[in-house]
């Protein structure tokens, strides 16, 4: 593709994904073009137009995977037991792929996918933008630092308080399609602990329906066991009114704890996109601390940059760079998830 035209993207999907983590990347990226929005929701599509009045709004997945052959890049921000079929068809339709996480339910429809992205040699990228949260980005670079020692647990905390069930897709479809509290936040979570430490296999899980009316987990727990010996304890709740430490991690030398969450996703939610005063910028008093007994003392938080995430697709896409995220990586969490499903209803029964 010739580096002076924009790559033409479609996004599908414009609830809290597509509005708030693809959009806004697409839109303040001058690599990309944002050609069409499909939503079916009139209030969504309202906010489409609004936000991006230069997009096309259709009303359906299948109006813009209609027209796939005249983009570069379609974003699926859509439910995730949506995501084969969906990308199949994009993919053969010449478009390369950008896929929310939960990547697909299965390790059989992640293989599909990427056999069906290297046969079109098209990109394949799951977005799992919280690599590039600013507290994960601080571990990462203390435990390069050396500044731990010797890393043997890693503590990852994910949670929220989501009160009643809505109807919302994560609340009313099932974990054969991808749903619950494992697939969704613990995506993020097995991808960091990975990522960090290397790959592992699933020592225990703790995989829980709790509220009532929940058709899929809402409260997990998930203990991994890494190839260099770290153990990974990885919590994930939709039932929290409190939280724990976001990070807490120990090591032969000091420990690193910190709290609360990466502040990009209320800045994206509040429309100030990245260009924004303090945009991926953590005060001071939420730093996190390191330290050992009482020798404590606060660290600075990196600054977070989910930018990175889409400029490394315009970089694969423009320059033939690898994907900022390799679908292998992706496919690996699918099989650490199933694995954590069917060990814990092993121990159910």
Not at 109 to 124: C, F, H, R
Request: net charge negative.
């Amino acid at each position: 593709m010739p580096t002076t035209q924009p790559i033409r993207v479609g996004i599908i999907g414009f609830g809290l994904s597509g509005r708030v983590f693809h959009a806004p990347f697409v839109a303040t990226n001058p690599a990309f073009r944002l050609d069409l929005i499909a939503t079916g929701n009139p209030e969504r599509a309202a906010e489409a137009r609004a936000q991006h009045p230069g997009a096309e709004i259709v009303d359906s997945p299948d109006a813009l995977l209609a027209r796939a052959g005249d983009l570069d890049l379609v974003v699926l921000a859509s439910p995730a037991h949506t995501h084969l079929e969906q990308g199949l068809a994009a993919l053969e339709a010449g478009a390369g792929i950008v896929i929310d996480k939960p990547f697909v339910p299965t390790v059989v429809d992640a293989k599909k996918l990427i056999a069906k992205a290297e046969e079109t040699g098209k990109l394949l990228a799951v977005f799992q933008n919280r690599r590039w949260d600013g507290d994960f980005l601080t571990v990462k670079r203390l435990i390069a630092e050396g500044r731990l020692g010797a890393v043997h647990r890693f503590e990852s905390t994910f949670e929220r308080w989501g009160g009643p069930n809505r109807v919302r897709w994560q609340d009313t479809t099932t974990v054969d399609q991808g749903a619950g509290i494992t697939y969704d936040l613990g995506s993020h979570l097995i991808d960091q602990a990975l990522q960090l430490f290397g790959p592992a296999t699933v020592e225990q899980a703790e995989l829980l329906t709790v509220r009532e009316g929940s058709v899929s987990d809402d409260d997990s727990f998930i203990s991994l066991l890494h190839s260099s010996g770290v153990r990974s304890h990885l919590t994930m709740s939709r039932a929290a009114g409190q939280s724990g430490p976001r990070f807490r991690v120990l090591g032969s030398e000091s420990a690193y704890k910190v709290y609360g969450l990466d502040n990009q996703e209320p800045f994206l939610k509040e429309q100030r996109w990245p260009g924004s005063e303090g945009y991926g910028v953590t005060p001071s008093a939420e730093w996190g601390t390191i330290g050992a007994g009482d020798a404590i003392e606060p660290v600075p938080t990196e600054a977070g940059d989910y930018p990175a995430f889409y400029a490394g697709v315009a970089a694969s896409i423009l320059d033939g760079a690898p994907s900022p995220v390799d679908p292998r990586d992706a496919l690996e969490v699918v099989r650490i998830v199933e694995r954590a499903h069917a060990l814990s209803a092993a121990v159910a029964q």
